[in-house]
């Protein structure tokens, strides 16, 4: 179906044309959307109300993803958008409506009743965060009560402190079934014991959302392909292989034995276990895309380098090459070199790299916006939202001359959502004892503002109830790299501080105590 003037009033038709073009968005990403709305003035309000909470980019963006929000009145949107901004606040009700837009359709009521449920079951401050993870929870048509009775179970299998964790990683898991989730979890501790269960829950959660037939498949399958020692290495390496249905599996690894043979297949697979995770016909695909473009034996070179490419589909290696192509003007051996350095740029949309790219050369200018590509093409998948988000936000920290330093320095800042940018440097400052202090350290080491602040607030927590702040903050000023260690290597440094602190505090007792006597 072609948009045109047959399918909405004139002035519907005219007010979409005319945001579409502004953006640059193509016309066909309104076709056969549109037809079902009428009615031009709720389209105009709801429009300026999602630019007044949104600004006018996203609002668009929403727009075109979602044009169905655009049937809904701006009563209904003001009420759901007050639902959640009482609950999680500004940013995080921003967060969730730019992420499923399709909430503003919902009653303002079952919002607030589901708000409070993730709240009771995640605590007030994190609920907002997951929510951005998973805002299907609240689209979804479920009930508070089915999310709490899946929550009780996950405590009556794993304990509270478990049963968290797996939920921050993924608060999807609530909306499946109890069945589904007991019954994987029995098989799982049947196969491989509660220790090594508990383990591949907690590091891929997604696994209780699948079905105990589908998990039990894929297993018999795994060993039926390979011995049962390296099936099991499969797994506990990559849960998320259960994920799978043993004939996605099965068929996948066929793919990959006929493109490679079966020595290189079994390597590549060892290597990394998700190239068995996707349809046979998205990687045969993909690798027929590739050689297109790069050739049979590049294609090989690069499928060797990062098998998961073969995840990809088609339609987007197509697009993203062609942006590559855009961006580089034609010069096809500067585009295979960024591919055989970062092969994960081709698993993003042609859309999201342009809109990088132009982002880019709107804050650095065309040369530096291609010499920093050039250095780390990773930058380019980031989407451009997220990418202006990092850079204003650093520039309003540290002004734009710094911020072009910390960037050449580290690019990866731009791939960081600005408000954990922004959480990240308060936590700094509260750790350091000074946002002077904060800000010496993330020139020196920008990374840091990719650091999860939640993190260091624990750790520093921690510190602060044993030591007190004032040597919390010593301790963080004469070691900061501390705060980017793994959780286990994290636990350790404290365990060390703290008992330092406290044999030089009884020395500091003992001593004095020995002077008194005298």
């Known amino acids: 179906m072609t948009l045109d003037s047959k399918n909405v009033p004139v002035t519907v038709w005219e007010f979409l044309n005319e945001i579409s073009s502004e953006n640059g968005v193509a016309k066909k990403a309104l076709e056969g959307q549109s037809k079902n709305i009428v009615n031009s003035t709720v389209v105009k309000e709801t429009y300026d109300f999602l630019v007044n909470k949104l600004g006018t980019?996203?609002?668009?963006t929403v727009v075109i993803d979602h044009i169905p929000v655009l049937r809904v009145s701006e009563r209904s949107c003001i009420d759901c958008w007050d639902t959640l901004e009482q609950s999680f606040g500004h940013e995080a009700a921003r967060e969730i409506v730019r992420a499923?837009?399709?909430i503003l359709e919902r009653n303002s009521g079952s919002i607030h009743e589901l708000t409070q449920a993730m709240r009771t079951i995640l605590g007030d401050r994190s609920a907002g965060q997951y929510l951005k993870k998973s805002p299907r929870i609240l689209t979804g048509g479920h009930t508070p009560e089915r999310l709490l009775m899946s929550w009780r179970l996950l405590q009556t299998l794993f304990g509270p402190e478990l049963a968290q964790s797996v939920v921050g990683k993924n608060p999807g898991i609530l909306l499946s079934p109890p069945t589904t989730i007991n019954g994987t979890w029995e098989y799982l501790k049947e196969e491989f014991g509660e220790d090594s269960a508990e383990r591949m829950v907690s590091k891929s959660p997604g696994i209780l959302r699948t079905p105990p037939q589908t998990v039990t498949g894929t297993v018999a399958t795994l060993e039926e392909l390979f011995d049962r020692e390296t099936a099991i290495s499969f797994i506990l390496r990559c849960t998320a292989c259960l994920t799978s249905?043993?004939?996605?599996?099965?068929?996948?690894?066929?793919?990959?034995?006929?493109?490679v043979g079966d020595e290189d297949a079994l390597a590549l697979v060892q290597k990394t276990p998700m190239a068995i995770l996707s349809p046979p016909s998205t990687m045969l695909g993909a690798f027929h895309c590739l050689e297109?473009?790069?050739?049979?034996?590049t294609t090989l070179e690069l499928l060797k380098k990062n098998p998961g490419i073969l995840r990809a589909p088609n339609a987007t290696i197509s697009s993203s090459w062609e942006a590559l192509n855009h961006i580089l003007k034609e010069d096809s051996a500067s585009i295979t070199d960024m591919v055989l350095r970062c092969p994960e740029v081709l698993r993003s949309p042609g859309r999201t790299i342009r809109g990088a790219y132009e982002s880019l050369v709107a804050?650095?200018?065309?040369?530096?916006?291609?010499e920093l590509i050039t250095q780390n093409p990773a930058v380019l998948r980031s989407p451009s939202r997220t990418l202006r988000g990092a850079w204003l936000t650093l520039k309003d920290l540290f002004g734009k001359e710094t911020v072009e330093l910390l960037v050449a320095k580290n690019p990866d800042v731009l791939r960081t959502p600005s408000g954990t940018i922004l959480s990240a440097y308060k936590a700094l400052s509260t750790c350091l004892g000074s946002e002077e202090m904060a800000k010496q350290l993330v020139c020196r080491s920008p990374s840091m503002v990719r650091v999860s602040a939640d993190r260091m607030m624990q750790?520093?927590?921690q510190l602060s109830e044993v030591l007190g702040p004032a040597q919390a903050q010593q301790q963080f000023c004469k070691c900061p790299s501390v705060?980017?260690?793994?959780?286990?290597?994290?636990?350790k440094w404290i365990d060390a501080v703290i008992t330092e602190a406290t044999s030089r505090t009884a020395s500091i007792e003992l001593t004095d105590e020995d002077t008194s006597s005298h």
Not at 57 to 60: F, H, L
Not at 245 to 259: D, F, I, N
Not at 363 to 370: C, N, P, Y
Request: hydrophobic residues 45%; aromatic residues 10%.
């Open 57 to 60: 980019k996203d609002a668009t």
């Open 100 to 102: 499923s837009p399709a």
């Open 459 to 461: 750790v520093y927590n």
């Open 292 to 297: 297109i473009f790069l050739g049979y034996d």
């Open 363 to 370: 804050f650095l200018g065309e040369e530096k916006a291609l």
């Open 245 to 259: 249905p043993a004939s996605t599996v099965r068929g996948a690894w066929e793919v990959l034995r006929q493109l």
């Open 483 to 491: 705060l980017k260690l793994g959780k286990g290597a994290m636990n």
